[in-house]
């Protein structure tokens, strides 16, 4: 069975702090993996990572993928209270039907 | 069927034109997903449907955007007006229980508004 494991579960820091949130998986055909964030609505999505070792970098956000250990980061630099919500990934199987998600890492970013 | 199917597969249509996509979900599934992908892009969150209650909408692009679901089976989503950037694949997942979890596709609806 499909497996996607984000950690930690919560993170608290202060505004400025640079934080780092995990997410290994276990997927039957890999095709790509997806960054989203939740806060008191729908998910909105941040990046898609395809290919090993290639940063994808929007503002203070970027993340990368390691095919070979199963695992992506994200990186959120100079954080700003604003930043506070749930970080959801998600890997999408090769043959593009299906989607599994992570449980998310909660993050509070106080002032 | 024993997978999801969403009809029609491609739709093409003029700008300012209302479209219906339609999700039939993996039987038994109560939890529905509508999703959009524009080309090279990730898949963006649009709505989902718990049973026949879809909790949150604030993923709708806009409100020439809505969607329901009917005996906690087939959804439609509905585009009012049309425009260009409306242009992309529409996906439907369903799941068996509630929550994010492992959503299973269906093959997508290619929309182009000309």
């Known amino acids: 069975e499909d497996k996607v494991v984000q950690s930690p579960l919560s993170l608290v820091v202060h505004e400025g702090d640079t934080v780092t949130l995990n997410c290994s998986y276990e997927?039957?055909?890999?095709?790509?993996l997806l960054w989203y964030k939740q806060e008191k609505k729908a998910p909105t999505f941040l990046f898609m990572l395809?290919?090993?070792?290639i940063e994808k970098k929007s503002g203070r956000l970027s993340s990368i993928l390691d095919k070979k250990e199963l695992f992506s980061i994200l990186n959120i630099t100079a954080t700003q209270t604003g930043d506070s919500a749930i970080y959801l990934c998600?890997?999408?199987?090769?043959?593009?039907?299906?989607?599994?998600f992570g449980g998310g890492t909660r993050l509070m970013v106080k002032p | 069927g024993a997978g999801v199917s969403q009809s029609p597969s491609n739709k093409v249509t003029e700008k300012g034109k209302d479209v219906e996509l339609r999700c039939d979900p993996i039987?038994?599934?109560?939890?529905l997903y509508w999703y959009r992908q524009r080309l090279g892009q990730g898949l963006e969150f649009l709505i989902y449907?718990?049973?026949?209650?879809?909790?949150?909408k604030s993923g709708l692009p806009s409100d020439r955007f809505s969607a329901e679901r009917t005996g906690e089976s087939v959804s439609t989503l509905t585009i009012q007006r049309t425009q260009q950037e409306d242009s992309a694949v529409y996906l439907c997942?369903?799941?068996?229980?509630?929550?994010?979890?492992?959503?299973?596709f269906g093959p997508g609806t290619r929309l182009l508004v000309l």
């Open positions: 997942a369903s799941r068996q229980g509630a929550g994010l979890g492992t959503q299973y």
């Open positions: 039987s038994g599934h109560t939890a």
């Open positions: 449907f718990q049973g026949n209650s879809a909790p949150d």
């Open positions: 997927v039957t055909n890999f095709r790509s």
């Open positions: 998600a890997v999408l199987n090769n043959a593009g039907n299906m989607l599994t």
């Open positions: 395809t290919s090993s070792g």
